[in-house]
Nanobody, 126 residues
Framework: QVQLVESGGGSVQAGGSLSLSCAAS??????????MGWFRQASGKEREGVAV????????FYADSVKGRFTISKDKPRNTVYLQMNSLTPEDTAMYYC?????????????????WGQGTQVTVSS
């Protein structure tokens, strides 16, 4: 059974930084679908893709709103993905969810992901 365990959320003032991590256990799918990444959902808004990295190709994708501020990285042997978030703004406040196992489709389409973590809260105050 695949489990995604997130950590690293918290509260920070605008302009600050936070780092999230997600460790996948039991993740033994073929490399074709091996990806991990992050979505987020702010109160009253739809869940949106933040960043995703594909393990086999090394391709990474970012939402326009976080480009230049967030960096996704991975530790393949440990099936772990990280999200370094810099220059945070109150608009980044949301529950952040780890995702894994991408079926074919657009990376920002939440329906292509098989596994989801429980989420970790990020709160940015002005």
């Amino acid at each position: 059974q695949v489990q995604l365990v997130e950590s690293g959320g918290g509260s920070v003032q605008a302009g600050g930084s936070l780092s999230l991590s997600c460790a996948a256990s039991g993740y033994t799918y073929t490399t074709k679908y091996r990806c991990m990444g992050w979505f987020r959902q702010a109160s009253g808004k739809e869940r949106e893709g933040v960043a995703v990295t594909y393990f086999n190709t090394g391709n990474t994708f970012y939402a326009d709103s976080v480009k230049g501020r967030f960096t996704i990285s991975k530790d393949k042997p440990r099936n772990t993905v990280y999200l370094q978030m810099n220059s945070l703004t109150p608009e980044d406040t949301a529950m952040y969810y780890c995702v894994a196992d991408c079926r074919g489709g657009t990376w920002s389409d939440r329906t292509i992901y098989t596994y989801w973590g429980q989420g970790t809260q990020v709160t940015v105050s002005s």
